[in-house]
């Protein structure tokens, strides 16, 4: 870890653009930002002020929609350009955000889209091709005269931002299988006009777009664009975990189409992966390793003179500084990791590095509750979305609060009331604070959950938190600590069935699996195909093991809480390319010496394990609470103890309790 982050901290430009140092927030849409009259909303401006207090220097939105004639309104919502009352309630929320982010000398760019295509019902297409997730619902065909309309627009949009003041935009363009990349893939395309054929044609849309903001803003306002170099995507619905059979943009064809943009006049390029049909190279789960896109970065540079900001599982700053230094890239764009900490180029100016909290890459928070209709969050920062109203305040009183339990939740309660000035005592019954975080961190592709786990115990040392380990909270013990009020975090265990060799020598709790690796065989049996057992076999199957799993519903990844769309396809499709046996509406019987025996729609039969991982689910451990009750002080329940759910219920709910007392 370093201390002194040059490259990082050095400003930048694109096109005329200054940048003060090398952070770029990635486009990333909340859902919230803006209001129905196309305004920024309170809280969309506090969003983007807040990453600029936390040291950003570029500061980017989410898609808006620039079509109000041609498409239905679909997930980007309606456009901000659609009547002259829009517009200029865009101009004049803009007029006020802009004021705010100048004094923290934050530049910001609004990022355009075109409209969806074949991801969003009711939009229109390239090309009659069938909607994300359907294989005969198809979109409607954009005519000649349409893309034109289409162009039209963008370019109009772009010339309303400028003139409410913003420097550039960037394009939602070749990008996450939206319209404009739609078009400028073989797969997608297949016209006949002016805007198909050779690469070329199918990037025309794009570069008249391009030239006609040049035309109509000048050339010192900046246009980027954003671009997927490579797919990883072997057909509709059909991603592909390797790279291999790629059907739909080579990072060979990716490379060309960056010359295509710089010869447009592009003035920067901010490069990722992935559309929706391989969503985990698009917003990439932790099962996707850190740093993937370096080398598909640096292809792009070797190929343009204009700027590339690269983004995309970009969290490691240490690699980021080399990279930048070696000018592999840039410039870095970070989306996950801002929502988790908004004060993360801050952190990297001072030099304090170990401070950052770490995004888990789990889109529990920001995507999960998109899909979901909900504004965005994200699982480690409740804050975001909300980050002025819901801020934890200084106490009015200072209270004596006694946390049980040192998991997530218990940290999170014991860090946010010692920030807010009380005292706080934490009783913690084992030698190790962290709960479930270690047996969850103890996959190899699960590194930022145990940084998160060192996170919380730094920060619970810095607020002074009086932390007891090996002490088992009892109701005179926490009597004796004379609490004005209690929070209880004590967690969950996992459910072990009472069937025939239940405690046989090859039956492991998921648990025990998780933290003793070396007890598990070569042929392992998971019985739970939810998210625990999914994960447990997929990084088995990755260290060389013979899996099969075993779900008693008829599909995986069907129970407990609802697993994100790139991390339920990730380990659907890494199963189906690993050949990894799947036995659904299957239930264990008992295990034997030979292995699993099982019961499914083919009748009972034996499956030869070495190991029999059991990984069916948790149960709240036994509360204290009936036992504290009318001694005195209040008492709070939270986390797995109040009801099982994940990292995000559990800091959400410590966050709330904690931030009232």
Known sequence: MQDNYEALNSPFSIGKVQVKNRFVMAPTTTGAYLAPDGSFSKEGIEYFVRRAQGGMGLVQTGALMTD?????????????????????????????????????????????????????????????????????????????????????????????????????????????????????????????DEYGGDLRGRMRMCTQIVQGIKESCGDDFAVSVRLGLKAYVRGFNQGSIDGEGEAYRTLEEGVQICRILEEAGVDALDVDTGTYDSFY?????????????????????????????????????????????????????IGRPMLADPDLPKKIAIGRPDKIRPCIACNQGCLLRLFQGLPSGCAVNPLVGRDKDYAPTPALARKSVVVVGGGVAGMEAARTCAMRGHRVTLLEKSDDLGGHLISGGAHDFKGEVRELNLWYQGELEDWGVDVRMGVEATPELVDGL??????????????????????????????????????????????????VGCEI?????????????????????????????????????????????????????????????????????????DTVVIAVGFRPNPSLAPSLRGHGYEVFEIGDERQVGNILTAIWDAYEVAHTI
Not at 576 to 592: D, Q
Request: hydrophobic share 40%; with cysteine.
């Open 482 to 531: 004379a609490p004005d009020a209690v929070i209880l975090a004590n967690g969950s265990s996992a459910v072990m069935p009472p069937i025939p060799g239940i405690d046989h020598p090859k039956t492991l709790g998921c648990i025990d699996a998780l933290l003793h690796e070396e007890r598990v065989g070569q042929r392992v049996v998971v019985v739970g195909g939810g998210l």
């Open 281 to 333: 190279y698009a917003c990439p789960p932790t099962y996707v390793r850190r740093g993937y896109m370096e080398e598909l970065a640096r292809a792009a540079k070797e190929a343009v003179d204009i700027p590339v900001i690269c983004g995309s599982r970009m969290g490691d700053v240490d690699a980021d500084e080399r990279c930048i230094e070696e000018g592999a890239f840039d410039a870095i764009a």
């Open 537 to 609: 076999s997929l990084d088995l199957v990755n260290k060389g093991h013979d899996v099969t799993i075993v779900e008693a519903l008829p599909s995986i990844l069907s129970s407990g809480p609802a697993v994100p769309l790139p991390n339920a396809m990730y380990l659907r499709d890494a199963f189906a390319h690993h050949g990894t046996p799947i036995l659904t509406s299957t239930r264990i019987s008992s295990v034997t010496d030979a292995g699993a025996v099982v019961q499914g729609p083919d009748g009972v039969r034996t499956l030869p394990a």
């Open 68 to 192: 109000y004639k041609i498409d239905e309104p679909g997930a980007l919502g309606p456009s901000f350009m659609a009547t002259p009352a829009s517009r200029h309630a865009f101009a004049v929320s803009s007029a006020a955000l802009l004021a705010r982010l100048e004094a923290y000398g934050a530049k910001m760019f609004i990022q355009i889209s075109a409209g969806l295509g074949r991801n969003s019902v009711g939009s229109y297409g390239p090309s009659a091709n069938p909607y994300f997730g359907t294989t005969d619902k198809m979109n409607p065909v954009l005519t000649t005269e349409d893309v034109r309309e289409k162009i039209k627009m963008m370019v109009d949009a772009a010339r309303v931002v400028q003139q409410a003041g913003y420097p550039g935009v960037e394009l939602h363009a070749i990008h996450w299988g939206y319209l404009l990349d739609q078009m400028a893939s073989s797969l997608t395309n297949r016209r006949t």
